[in-house]
Protein backbone atom coordinates (compact mmCIF):
# COMPACT_ATOMS: atom_id res chain seq x y z
CA UNK A 1 0.00 0.00 0.00
CA UNK A 2 1.27 3.38 -0.94
CA UNK A 3 2.01 6.21 1.57
CA UNK A 4 0.59 9.19 2.10
CA UNK A 5 2.39 11.80 1.80
CA UNK A 6 3.52 13.22 5.50
CA UNK A 7 1.98 16.24 7.12
CA UNK A 8 6.13 18.25 6.76
CA UNK A 9 6.45 17.24 2.77
CA UNK A 10 3.29 17.90 2.59
CA UNK A 11 3.56 21.74 3.70
CA UNK A 12 6.44 21.84 1.67
CA UNK A 13 4.07 21.40 -1.49
CA UNK A 14 1.63 23.79 -0.28
CA UNK A 15 4.92 26.31 -0.27
CA UNK A 16 5.95 25.88 -3.71
CA UNK A 17 1.95 26.60 -4.80
CA UNK A 18 3.07 30.17 -3.46
CA UNK A 19 6.26 30.93 -5.31
CA UNK A 20 4.04 32.30 -8.57
CA UNK A 21 1.33 33.68 -8.91
CA UNK A 22 0.03 32.02 -12.35
CA UNK A 23 -0.28 28.40 -11.75
CA UNK A 24 0.51 27.74 -15.70
CA UNK A 25 3.19 29.91 -17.03
CA UNK A 26 4.81 28.58 -19.55
CA UNK A 27 8.73 29.04 -20.14
CA UNK A 28 11.93 27.19 -20.00
CA UNK A 29 14.28 30.15 -18.26
CA UNK A 30 12.71 29.66 -14.55
CA UNK A 31 13.82 25.73 -14.44
CA UNK A 32 16.82 26.04 -16.58
CA UNK A 33 17.64 28.90 -14.15
CA UNK A 34 16.92 25.89 -10.57
CA UNK A 35 18.62 23.43 -12.13
CA UNK A 36 21.66 25.04 -12.60
CA UNK A 37 21.65 25.96 -9.20
CA UNK A 38 21.01 22.54 -8.38
CA UNK A 39 24.07 21.49 -10.64
CA UNK A 40 22.30 20.65 -14.03
CA UNK A 41 20.93 17.51 -12.76
CA UNK A 42 18.92 17.33 -16.04
CA UNK A 43 22.52 16.46 -17.57
CA UNK A 44 23.20 13.63 -14.99
CA UNK A 45 20.43 11.03 -16.24
CA UNK A 46 19.97 7.33 -17.55
CA UNK A 47 18.60 7.68 -21.17
CA UNK A 48 15.48 9.51 -21.62
CA UNK A 49 12.67 8.83 -23.69
CA UNK A 50 10.35 11.94 -23.89
CA UNK A 51 6.82 12.19 -24.26
CA UNK A 52 4.13 14.62 -25.35
CA UNK A 53 0.65 14.44 -27.04
CA UNK A 54 -2.65 15.57 -26.03
CA UNK A 55 -4.28 11.79 -24.82
CA UNK A 56 -2.21 8.69 -24.37
CA UNK A 57 0.27 9.91 -23.07
CA UNK A 58 0.35 7.98 -19.71
CA UNK A 59 -1.01 5.01 -20.79
CA UNK A 60 1.99 4.33 -23.57
CA UNK A 61 4.31 5.15 -21.28
CA UNK A 62 2.74 2.40 -18.69
CA UNK A 63 2.87 0.17 -21.26
CA UNK A 64 6.78 1.00 -22.38
CA UNK A 65 7.57 0.79 -18.34
CA UNK A 66 6.17 -2.75 -18.39
CA UNK A 67 8.18 -3.74 -21.17
CA UNK A 68 11.23 -2.54 -19.78
CA UNK A 69 10.86 -3.73 -16.59
CA UNK A 70 10.59 -7.31 -18.45
CA UNK A 71 13.60 -6.73 -19.49
CA UNK A 72 15.39 -6.28 -16.56
CA UNK A 73 15.57 -2.70 -16.64
CA UNK A 74 15.51 -0.47 -13.68
CA UNK A 75 13.11 2.57 -14.91
CA UNK A 76 12.68 5.97 -13.89
CA UNK A 77 9.00 7.70 -14.85
CA UNK A 78 8.10 11.16 -14.13
CA UNK A 79 4.39 11.75 -14.70
CA UNK A 80 1.19 14.07 -13.94
CA UNK A 81 -1.47 14.92 -12.83
CA UNK A 82 -1.15 12.63 -9.54
CA UNK A 83 -4.38 10.30 -8.85
CA UNK A 84 -4.84 10.03 -4.70
CA UNK A 85 -1.16 11.08 -3.28
CA UNK A 86 2.06 13.12 -4.94
CA UNK A 87 4.33 10.33 -5.11
CA UNK A 88 2.65 8.83 -7.86
CA UNK A 89 4.61 11.37 -10.14
CA UNK A 90 7.83 10.15 -9.64
CA UNK A 91 9.13 6.63 -9.36
CA UNK A 92 12.54 5.82 -8.95
CA UNK A 93 13.62 2.68 -10.40
CA UNK A 94 10.57 1.21 -10.36
CA UNK A 95 9.25 2.15 -7.02
CA UNK A 96 7.05 5.12 -6.23
CA UNK A 97 9.49 8.29 -4.33
CA UNK A 98 9.14 7.40 -0.55
CA UNK A 99 8.17 10.62 1.25
CA UNK A 100 11.53 11.21 3.13
CA UNK A 101 13.39 10.94 -0.41
CA UNK A 102 10.73 13.23 -1.54
CA UNK A 103 10.62 16.03 1.15
CA UNK A 104 14.58 15.95 0.80
CA UNK A 105 14.45 17.14 -2.92
CA UNK A 106 11.87 19.89 -2.61
CA UNK A 107 13.60 21.08 0.70
CA UNK A 108 16.79 21.52 -1.59
CA UNK A 109 14.75 22.87 -4.90
CA UNK A 110 13.22 25.30 -1.92
CA UNK A 111 16.76 26.81 -0.98
CA UNK A 112 18.07 26.72 -4.25
CA UNK A 113 15.55 28.57 -5.58
CA UNK A 114 15.71 31.30 -2.88
CA UNK A 115 11.92 32.26 -3.07
CA UNK A 116 12.44 33.75 -6.42
CA UNK A 117 9.72 32.91 -9.00
CA UNK A 118 8.75 29.42 -10.13
CA UNK A 119 5.56 27.57 -10.82
CA UNK A 120 4.28 24.40 -8.94
CA UNK A 121 5.41 22.07 -11.99
CA UNK A 122 8.56 23.91 -12.36
CA UNK A 123 9.70 23.20 -8.85
CA UNK A 124 8.45 19.35 -8.72
CA UNK A 125 10.49 19.51 -12.17
CA UNK A 126 13.56 19.99 -10.77
CA UNK A 127 13.00 17.90 -7.74
CA UNK A 128 12.50 15.02 -9.98
CA UNK A 129 15.18 15.07 -12.09
CA UNK A 130 17.97 15.17 -8.47
CA UNK A 131 15.75 12.57 -7.60
CA UNK A 132 16.80 11.09 -11.05
CA UNK A 133 20.28 11.77 -10.95
CA UNK A 134 21.10 10.11 -7.53
CA UNK A 135 19.08 7.14 -8.24
CA UNK A 136 20.49 4.42 -10.84
CA UNK A 137 18.89 3.34 -13.22
CA UNK A 138 18.76 2.25 -16.70
CA UNK A 139 15.96 4.12 -18.17
CA UNK A 140 13.98 7.97 -17.85
CA UNK A 141 10.08 7.77 -19.12
CA UNK A 142 9.56 12.02 -19.10
CA UNK A 143 5.94 12.74 -19.79
CA UNK A 144 5.48 16.38 -20.82
CA UNK A 145 3.09 18.65 -18.48
CA UNK A 146 1.42 20.57 -20.95
CA UNK A 147 2.61 21.30 -24.74
CA UNK A 148 6.21 20.79 -25.16
CA UNK A 149 8.60 23.05 -26.82
CA UNK A 150 8.03 25.75 -23.05
CA UNK A 151 7.60 22.78 -21.03
CA UNK A 152 9.72 22.32 -17.91
CA UNK A 153 10.83 18.84 -19.16
CA UNK A 154 11.79 19.95 -22.13
CA UNK A 155 15.01 21.41 -20.48
CA UNK A 156 16.08 17.81 -21.27
CA UNK A 157 18.65 18.42 -24.17
CA UNK A 158 19.50 14.59 -25.65
CA UNK A 159 16.68 12.54 -25.32
CA UNK A 160 17.38 9.11 -26.30
CA UNK A 161 14.09 8.54 -28.01
CA UNK A 162 11.11 10.88 -27.81
CA UNK A 163 7.33 9.89 -28.85
CA UNK A 164 4.24 11.83 -30.18
CA UNK A 165 1.03 10.90 -28.82
CA UNK A 166 -2.58 11.75 -30.66
CA UNK A 167 -2.64 15.64 -30.84
CA UNK A 168 -6.03 16.97 -30.48
CA UNK A 169 -7.81 19.99 -29.06
CA UNK A 170 -6.97 20.21 -25.58
CA UNK A 171 -5.79 23.94 -23.40
CA UNK A 172 -6.78 26.11 -26.15
CA UNK A 173 -6.41 29.17 -24.18
CA UNK A 174 -2.87 27.72 -23.41
CA UNK A 175 -1.59 25.90 -26.39
CA UNK A 176 -3.61 27.30 -29.16
CA UNK A 177 -7.05 27.16 -31.20
CA UNK A 178 -6.24 25.04 -33.71
CA UNK A 179 -4.54 21.85 -34.42
CA UNK A 180 -1.34 23.40 -36.04
CA UNK A 181 -0.67 25.51 -33.28
CA UNK A 182 -1.41 22.91 -30.84
CA UNK A 183 1.34 20.41 -32.80
CA UNK A 184 4.01 23.13 -33.23
CA UNK A 185 4.43 22.77 -29.11
CA UNK A 186 3.76 19.50 -28.74
CA UNK A 187 6.60 18.76 -31.61
CA UNK A 188 8.97 21.51 -29.67
CA UNK A 189 10.13 17.93 -27.45
CA UNK A 190 12.03 16.77 -31.25
CA UNK A 191 15.41 17.26 -30.71
CA UNK A 192 18.32 17.39 -33.64
CA UNK A 193 19.02 13.99 -34.77
CA UNK A 194 16.84 11.96 -32.03
CA UNK A 195 14.81 9.22 -33.53
CA UNK A 196 10.49 10.37 -32.67
CA UNK A 197 8.22 7.92 -33.24
CA UNK A 198 4.52 9.46 -33.72
CA UNK A 199 0.71 8.30 -33.65
CA UNK A 200 -1.77 8.90 -36.14
CA UNK A 201 -2.59 12.49 -36.25
CA UNK A 202 -4.66 14.77 -38.24
CA UNK A 203 -3.20 16.02 -41.35
CA UNK A 204 -2.70 19.59 -39.70
CA UNK A 205 -0.65 17.76 -36.97
CA UNK A 206 1.21 15.51 -39.18
CA UNK A 207 2.26 17.80 -41.41
CA UNK A 208 4.04 20.46 -38.09
CA UNK A 209 5.48 16.79 -37.03
CA UNK A 210 7.62 16.35 -40.61
CA UNK A 211 8.44 19.48 -41.11
CA UNK A 212 10.01 19.80 -37.37
CA UNK A 213 11.45 16.14 -38.07
CA UNK A 214 12.99 17.18 -41.21
CA UNK A 215 14.30 20.35 -39.31
CA UNK A 216 15.79 18.27 -36.94
CA UNK A 217 17.07 15.74 -39.07
CA UNK A 218 15.18 13.15 -36.73
CA UNK A 219 14.42 10.14 -37.97
CA UNK A 220 10.67 9.80 -38.14
CA UNK A 221 8.65 6.68 -37.10
CA UNK A 222 4.98 7.66 -38.30
CA UNK A 223 2.29 4.64 -36.91
CA UNK A 224 0.17 3.81 -40.53
CA UNK A 225 3.30 4.41 -42.80
CA UNK A 226 6.35 2.92 -41.19
CA UNK A 227 4.69 0.57 -38.39
CA UNK A 228 0.82 -1.03 -37.72
CA UNK A 229 -0.72 -2.06 -34.96
CA UNK A 230 -4.53 -4.01 -35.15
CA UNK A 231 -6.29 -6.52 -33.18
CA UNK A 232 -7.32 -9.69 -35.09
CA UNK A 233 -9.03 -12.65 -34.06
CA UNK A 234 -8.20 -11.79 -30.12
CA UNK A 235 -4.56 -10.72 -30.49
CA UNK A 236 -2.19 -7.86 -31.31
CA UNK A 237 -0.63 -7.63 -34.89
CA UNK A 238 2.09 -5.73 -34.74
CA UNK A 239 4.08 -5.02 -38.16
CA UNK A 240 6.99 -2.61 -39.14
CA UNK A 241 9.68 -2.15 -41.62
CA UNK A 242 11.08 -5.52 -40.71
CA UNK A 243 9.26 -7.79 -38.54
CA UNK A 244 5.69 -8.92 -37.82
CA UNK A 245 5.02 -10.42 -34.76
CA UNK A 246 1.66 -11.88 -33.41
CA UNK A 247 1.56 -10.53 -29.56
CA UNK A 248 -1.30 -10.45 -26.80
CA UNK A 249 -4.33 -7.90 -26.76
CA UNK A 250 -2.67 -5.07 -24.13
CA UNK A 251 -4.22 -5.33 -20.26
CA UNK A 252 -5.50 -2.05 -20.79
CA UNK A 253 -8.80 -1.57 -21.75
CA UNK A 254 -10.34 -0.12 -25.01
CA UNK A 255 -9.50 -0.07 -28.80
CA UNK A 256 -7.41 2.72 -28.56
CA UNK A 257 -4.71 1.52 -26.29
CA UNK A 258 -4.30 -0.87 -29.63
CA UNK A 259 -2.71 2.39 -30.71
CA UNK A 260 -0.72 3.20 -27.54
CA UNK A 261 0.76 -0.12 -27.51
CA UNK A 262 2.03 0.44 -30.94
CA UNK A 263 4.05 3.44 -30.42
CA UNK A 264 5.35 1.37 -26.99
CA UNK A 265 5.82 -1.53 -29.05
CA UNK A 266 7.89 0.54 -31.55
CA UNK A 267 9.66 2.09 -28.97
CA UNK A 268 10.93 -0.86 -27.24
CA UNK A 269 11.99 -2.30 -30.77
CA UNK A 270 14.38 1.22 -30.64
CA UNK A 271 15.72 0.33 -27.35
CA UNK A 272 16.40 -3.21 -28.40
CA UNK A 273 14.41 -4.97 -26.24
CA UNK A 274 13.72 -8.25 -26.39
CA UNK A 275 10.46 -9.52 -28.19
CA UNK A 276 9.44 -11.43 -24.80
CA UNK A 277 9.61 -8.57 -22.74
CA UNK A 278 7.22 -6.79 -25.50
CA UNK A 279 4.97 -9.46 -24.79
CA UNK A 280 4.82 -9.38 -20.89
CA UNK A 281 4.42 -6.07 -20.80
CA UNK A 282 1.71 -5.96 -22.80
CA UNK A 283 -0.10 -8.67 -20.50
CA UNK A 284 0.84 -6.56 -17.32
CA UNK A 285 0.40 -3.27 -17.67
CA UNK A 286 -1.19 -1.25 -15.39
CA UNK A 287 -2.36 2.65 -16.16
CA UNK A 288 -5.47 3.92 -13.06
CA UNK A 289 -7.84 5.35 -14.18
CA UNK A 290 -8.22 4.97 -17.66
CA UNK A 291 -11.19 2.61 -18.46
CA UNK A 292 -10.48 1.14 -15.21
CA UNK A 293 -12.63 -1.27 -13.78
CA UNK A 294 -13.05 -1.10 -9.99
CA UNK A 295 -14.25 -3.94 -8.19
CA UNK A 296 -13.65 -2.71 -4.81
CA UNK A 297 -14.34 0.51 -2.11
CA UNK A 298 -17.79 2.19 -1.04
CA UNK A 299 -18.77 2.56 -4.92
CA UNK A 300 -18.50 -0.61 -5.98
CA UNK A 301 -20.23 -1.86 -2.91
CA UNK A 302 -23.32 0.19 -3.33
CA UNK A 303 -23.78 -0.98 -6.66
CA UNK A 304 -26.58 -2.80 -7.80
CA UNK A 305 -26.28 -6.61 -7.68
CA UNK A 306 -24.80 -8.16 -10.64
CA UNK A 307 -23.17 -4.35 -11.98
CA UNK A 308 -20.43 -3.22 -13.43
CA UNK A 309 -17.97 -0.01 -12.40
CA UNK A 310 -15.68 1.83 -14.58
CA UNK A 311 -13.36 5.24 -13.98
CA UNK A 312 -12.02 6.88 -16.44
CA UNK A 313 -10.29 10.07 -16.22
CA UNK A 314 -10.77 11.36 -19.80
CA UNK A 315 -11.71 15.00 -20.42
CA UNK A 316 -11.53 16.24 -23.50
CA UNK A 317 -13.77 15.26 -26.94
CA UNK A 318 -10.86 13.01 -28.10
CA UNK A 319 -11.06 10.80 -25.23
CA UNK A 320 -14.86 11.14 -24.52
CA UNK A 321 -14.62 9.73 -28.26
CA UNK A 322 -12.26 6.48 -27.27
CA UNK A 323 -14.88 6.20 -24.24
CA UNK A 324 -17.54 6.12 -26.35
CA UNK A 325 -16.07 3.52 -28.61
CA UNK A 326 -15.29 1.14 -25.68
CA UNK A 327 -18.85 1.47 -24.31
CA UNK A 328 -19.97 0.57 -27.97
CA UNK A 329 -18.05 -3.04 -27.19
CA UNK A 330 -19.38 -3.53 -24.34
CA UNK A 331 -22.91 -2.68 -24.52
CA UNK A 332 -22.59 -4.86 -27.74
CA UNK A 333 -21.45 -7.82 -26.19
CA UNK A 334 -23.78 -7.81 -22.77
CA UNK A 335 -26.42 -5.17 -23.08
CA UNK A 336 -26.83 -3.56 -19.34
CA UNK A 337 -28.62 -0.02 -18.71
CA UNK A 338 -25.62 2.70 -18.68
CA UNK A 339 -25.61 5.41 -16.46
CA UNK A 340 -22.34 8.34 -16.49
CA UNK A 341 -21.21 10.16 -13.49
CA UNK A 342 -19.36 12.91 -14.90
CA UNK A 343 -17.51 16.42 -13.58
CA UNK A 344 -15.44 18.46 -15.75
CA UNK A 345 -13.36 21.51 -15.23
CA UNK A 346 -14.40 24.86 -17.11
CA UNK A 347 -11.65 24.81 -19.01
CA UNK A 348 -13.66 21.86 -20.96
CA UNK A 349 -15.78 21.56 -23.61
CA UNK A 350 -18.47 20.17 -21.91
CA UNK A 351 -20.84 20.20 -24.95
CA UNK A 352 -18.37 18.64 -27.17
CA UNK A 353 -17.51 16.16 -24.40
CA UNK A 354 -20.96 14.67 -24.64
CA UNK A 355 -21.91 14.74 -27.83
CA UNK A 356 -19.54 12.07 -28.04
CA UNK A 357 -21.99 9.63 -26.31
CA UNK A 358 -24.80 10.84 -28.52
CA UNK A 359 -27.49 7.86 -29.68
CA UNK A 360 -25.90 5.82 -26.92
CA UNK A 361 -28.61 7.23 -24.63
CA UNK A 362 -27.25 6.90 -21.29
CA UNK A 363 -28.92 8.63 -18.01
CA UNK A 364 -26.10 10.92 -16.38
CA UNK A 365 -25.92 12.36 -13.49
CA UNK A 366 -23.70 15.16 -12.45
CA UNK A 367 -21.16 15.62 -9.65
CA UNK A 368 -18.56 18.18 -8.51
CA UNK A 369 -15.46 17.65 -6.56
CA UNK A 370 -12.42 19.72 -4.98
CA UNK A 371 -11.37 22.38 -7.63
CA UNK A 372 -12.04 26.24 -7.99
CA UNK A 373 -12.18 25.46 -11.44
CA UNK A 374 -14.79 22.28 -11.55
CA UNK A 375 -18.32 22.93 -13.67
CA UNK A 376 -21.36 23.74 -11.26
CA UNK A 377 -23.08 20.61 -11.43
CA UNK A 378 -26.71 22.43 -12.15
CA UNK A 379 -24.44 24.15 -15.14
CA UNK A 380 -22.97 20.76 -16.53
CA UNK A 381 -26.29 18.97 -16.28
CA UNK A 382 -27.91 21.93 -18.08
CA UNK A 383 -25.72 21.30 -20.88
CA UNK A 384 -26.37 17.90 -20.91
CA UNK A 385 -29.60 18.22 -21.34
CA UNK A 386 -29.70 20.85 -23.98
CA UNK A 387 -27.86 17.82 -25.79
CA UNK A 388 -30.39 16.00 -25.51
CA UNK A 389 -29.23 13.77 -22.73
CA UNK A 390 -31.39 12.85 -19.51
CA UNK A 391 -29.09 14.64 -16.66
CA UNK A 392 -29.49 15.01 -13.34
CA UNK A 393 -27.32 16.78 -10.13
CA UNK A 394 -26.01 14.27 -7.66
CA UNK A 395 -24.54 15.57 -4.82
CA UNK A 396 -21.30 12.80 -5.22
CA UNK A 397 -20.75 9.89 -7.01
CA UNK A 398 -21.83 7.40 -4.16
CA UNK A 399 -25.21 9.62 -3.72
CA UNK A 400 -25.40 8.46 -7.92
CA UNK A 401 -25.07 5.14 -7.50
CA UNK A 402 -27.49 4.94 -4.48
CA UNK A 403 -30.25 6.37 -6.39
CA UNK A 404 -29.83 3.84 -9.32
CA UNK A 405 -32.92 1.71 -10.11
CA UNK A 406 -31.82 -2.13 -8.04
CA UNK A 407 -30.72 -3.97 -11.43
CA UNK A 408 -27.36 -4.76 -12.80
CA UNK A 409 -26.02 -1.16 -14.61
CA UNK A 410 -23.13 -0.79 -16.02
CA UNK A 411 -21.16 2.32 -14.48
CA UNK A 412 -18.89 4.79 -15.81
CA UNK A 413 -17.27 7.89 -13.70
CA UNK A 414 -15.73 9.78 -16.05
CA UNK A 415 -14.63 13.61 -17.05
CA UNK A 416 -11.42 14.67 -14.84
CA UNK A 417 -8.52 12.90 -13.80
CA UNK A 418 -9.58 14.98 -10.53
CA UNK A 419 -12.83 13.48 -10.15
CA UNK A 420 -11.05 10.00 -10.82
CA UNK A 421 -8.48 10.71 -7.91
CA UNK A 422 -11.48 11.71 -5.34
CA UNK A 423 -13.16 8.26 -6.35
CA UNK A 424 -9.55 6.24 -5.45
CA UNK A 425 -8.63 7.85 -2.80
CA UNK A 426 -12.32 6.43 -0.71
CA UNK A 427 -10.42 3.06 -0.11
CA UNK A 428 -7.23 2.26 0.31
CA UNK A 429 -7.90 -0.81 -1.71
CA UNK A 430 -8.69 1.33 -4.72
CA UNK A 431 -4.52 3.94 -4.30
CA UNK A 432 -2.22 3.95 -7.32
CA UNK A 433 0.83 2.07 -6.40
Not at 128 to 140: G, I, Q, R, W, Y
Not at 305 to 319: I, R, T, V
Not at 410 to 426: K, P, Q, T
Request: net charge negative; aromatic share 6%.
Amino acid sequence: MPRLTGPSTQAALERLQTLHPKGIDLTLGRTERVCAALGDPQKRLPPVVHVAGTNGKGSTIALLRAMAEAAGLRVHVYSSPHLVHFSERIRLAGTLIDDARLGDVIDRVESANAGQPLTFFEATTAAAFLAFSETPADLLLLETGLGGILDSTNVIEQPELTIITPIDYDHKALLGGDLTTIAKQKAGIIKQGVPVISARQPEEAEAVIVRQALKRQAPLHSAGQDFYAYAENGRLVFQDEDALFDLPLPSLQGAHQIDNAALAIKAARRLNLPTEAIDTGLRTAFWPARMQRLKAGPLYDALPAHSELWLDGGHNPHAARALRAHLDGLQARDPKPLHLICGLLNTKDAAEFFSAFAGLSPAISCVGFASDAVIPPETLAGVAQHKGFSASVALSPLAAIKGLDDIPQRVLICGSLYLAGEVLSLSPETWPQ
